[in-house]
């Protein structure tokens, strides 16, 4: 029995906009049907969410760009998330995570579903903790009950994709957070929160005991499930410890578990990954997942530039996507700092899509290539609308030129510009 036959949901969603699907990534229908059948590839779509353009992640589709917004208890209002969603779909994201912790999580949530065309993703286990930290209880004490009530509740409500962390094993917490181990343990917030329930209870994570019931209710409303990393490195010195690959083959088992069931599964990665270590890390969790598609934070390649982090990321994401990465989470200038603002949204989501072209580029493919090819033949020809239109950034091409804008050159060389002067000799030669 096939996968869209098992999920009726997805098939009401690739009935719907399998055609302009095909035609946004230059697919044929079946392209698209074969590879999500084989777990290559997902559609991001819950038909609950109102007026959504789903879209495609995963091999062979184009390499995408998350945003993760969300309020937070020491920096935020409702009305500035809203704000900063506007900014990074402006900025050409493909996806938004909402990763809201304070406030009215299900009536934010629901006005980013209204806003937003793009899919959605959350993690809803920080709902379920928000409401034991804010009543000043241990969220070590939640019942996976909650959890699972959650979970319906934002599938309910339309959320496309959700984390959740079912390949966190009590062993594995274990050994992230043993001392003597990782430099950095566990810095994952849902990981963290995991980890002590294990250790509170004595019990394995939850996640995976019920991962079945997860399964019913995603199935029900072609939730994808984004298979969290709980147990990233958060260190570049932590990538490749024995915690992060028994979490990875957890979550290939799951991957699979998932697909058998009906339910489209993504896995996510690291995380802090030393730049000559990222191709053998990605190539090893594709590996591990059969080819299930890989979203990526980062990965960061060296540590010590707070401040800058959305370029640390896209060297790493580069690198990674050459690797076999379908999906980027952008990194802003605030990671590890502070709550990013709308500068910093757009700042990361132009890092990442960067990275994106960059990884395509190096693999060849033809539409990332004609945009450079076009780039180029604009700039020979001194052509700045044709520069303005390949750019990734077409925005700040104007904002740049802005001053100068009525010459012909650029106001770097003026006069000396090489193309003008051999385009000079160009001509008197065929005159």
């Not at 984390?163 to 009590?170: K, N, R």
């Not at 802003?332 to 580029?361: C, F, N, W, Y």
Request: proline share 5%; charged share 25%.
């Amino acid at each position: 029995m096939s996968l869209f036959s098992k999920n009726p949901a997805l098939s009401r969603v690739f009935a719907q906009h399998g055609e302009s699907l095909a035609r946004e990534e230059g697919l044929c229908l079946e392209e698209i049907r074969t590879a999500i059948e084989a777990g290559t590839m997902v559609l991001l779509g819950n038909p609950s969410h109102p007026d959504l353009a789903p879209i495609l992640v995963g091999q062979p589709a184009k390499v995408k760009v998350n945003a993760n917004i969300g309020t937070s208890p020491m920096r935020s209002t409702h009305e500035a998330e809203l704000d900063k969603l506007s900014v990074a779909l402006a900025a050409g994201t493909d996806t938004i995570m909402d990763l809201s912790i304070a406030g009215d999580l299900a009536a934010i949530r629901k006005a980013m579903l209204a806003a937003c065309p793009r899919p959605i993703g959350t993690v809803p286990l920080y709902a379920v903790a928000q409401r034991y930290i804010d009543a000043g209880k241990d969220p070590a004490g939640i019942s996976p009950e909650e959890i699972f009530d959650e979970i319906t509740m934002q599938a309910e409500q339309g959320v496309d994709f959700m984390t959740v962390h079912c390949g966190i094993t009590e062993r594995a917490a274990a050994w992230a957070a043993e001392d003597g181990g990782r430099t950095m343990g566990i810095v994952s917030r849902g990981g963290s929160i995991l980890a002590r329930w294990m250790r509170t209870h004595k019990k394995e994570n939850p996640f995976l005991t019920g991962y079945d019931r997860i399964l019913s209710i995603s199935r029900a409303h072609n939730v994808t499930l984004s298979l969290g990393d709980g147990l990233r490195p958060g260190a570049g010195s932590d990538a490749g410890d024995p915690a992060q690959w028994e979490e990875v083959i957890m979550l290939g088992r799951l991957a699979r578990q998932g697909r058998e069931f009906g339910v489209q599964c993504m896995i996510e990665g690291p995380g802090h990954v030393r730049l000559h270590e990222v191709e053998a890390q990605i190539r090893g969790i594709k590996s591990a997942s059969k080819g299930a598609p890989l979203y990526v934070l980062g990965p960061l390649v060296i540590d010590s530039c707070p401040g800058y982090d959305h370029i640390a990321g896209a060297i790493g994401g580069a690198n990674a996507v050459r690797a076999g990465v379908d999906f980027l989470c952008y990194l802003t200038p605030a990671e590890h700092l502070t709550l990013p603002d709308k500068e910093d949204v757009r700042a990361g989501v132009m890092a990442s899509r960067i990275a994106a072209q960059a990884g395509e580029v190096a693999l060849g493919r033809p539409r990332a290539i004609a945009r450079e090819d076009a780039m180029s033949l604009a700039r020979k020809n001194l052509d700045w609308k044709g520069m303005q239109e390949a750019a990734i950034d077409p925005a700040i091409v104007c904002a740049k030129r802005g001053e100068h804008a009525s010459e012909e050159v650029c106001a770097m060389c003026g006069e000396f510009c090489a193309v003008k002067m051999l385009r000079k000799d160009e001509t008197a030669k065929s005159a």
